[in-house]
């Protein structure tokens, strides 16, 4: 079946301007994660949902970061008034059983986020 | 808190020949989850193994090999043999029961397999 898919791909944006990031995971998956992979770095937790819900947004790197999931399925991350140091890769993941732990998480291909 | 470390940032090996990645893992917690995942140069993340607190049990999957040990908190990864195929970055992961199933990943190790 298809898997978890991201797009755009590649992002491209300016200093200041806002960007959103989108993530459509595999079908049935009821939790779904962001993570944000910096050059040469790990895979840095961003935020995940049961459902439409966000139950912990601490992982968020500051309140220029959002993120909202509708319908159990799409997710988007945005971004607002972009800094350089937001550059990276975007990861989404899914899982397919809500809320527990140990579950396999998917993931997508990410998108590169580059602020020129 | 909880930490994984992968203390091999890179490695090279000549193909036909065995190596193995390291994982040390820190968490309070009793019940845990292990991953390893594959990241070839494509930049996806492919899964390759999960292995829970309680289940010690080494496991092989053809070329692929796990040692858990809870004893000294590693969790490795052995290729057998390796492929120019193989060369990726390896991660390993740890999810612990009380964040949500939130994956504390290491920083990877850079594996390259020379033809």
């Known amino acids: 079946g298809a898997g978890v898919s991201q797009s755009p791909s590649n992002k491209v944006t300016e200093k200041g301007k806002d960007v959103e990031l989108r993530c459509d995971p595999i079908s049935g998956h009821t939790a779904l994660y962001w993570y944000r992979q910096s050059l040469g770095q790990g895979l840095e937790f961003l935020i995940y949902?049961?459902?439409?819900?966000?139950?912990?947004k601490s992982g968020l790197p500051s309140d220029r970061f959002s993120a909202e999931r509708t319908g159990g399925s799409v997710s988007t991350l945005t971004i607002q008034r972009t800094q350089q140091e937001d550059s990276a890769v975007y990861l989404c993941?899914?899982?397919?059983?809500?809320?527990?732990?140990?579950?396999?998480?998917?993931f997508g291909p990410g998108t590169r986020l580059t602020v020129l | 808190a909880q930490k994984v470390t992968q203390a091999q940032t890179e490695i090279s090996v000549v193909e036909k020949e065995d190596v193995t990645l390291d994982c040390v893992y820190e968490?309070?917690?009793?019940?845990?989850?292990l991953f390893w995942y594959k990241q070839p140069p494509s930049g996806e993340l492919v899964f390759l193994i999960r292995r829970n607190s309680f289940d010690e049990q080494n496991e092989i999957s053809g070329r692929y090999s796990w040692n858990f040990q809870k004893s000294t908190s590693s969790f490795n990864f052995t290729i057998t043999a390796s492929q120019v195929v193989d060369s990726a970055v390896y991660f390993c992961a740890l999810s612990v029961t009380n964040t949500g199933n939130q994956f504390y990943f290491g920083t990877g190790t850079s594996l390259t397999v020379i033809p």
């Open positions: 968490t309070r917690d009793t019940t845990y989850y």
């Open positions: 949902f049961q459902g439409n819900s966000a139950p912990d």
């Open positions: 993941a899914s899982s397919f059983r809500q809320a527990l732990q140990g579950d396999t998480q998917y």
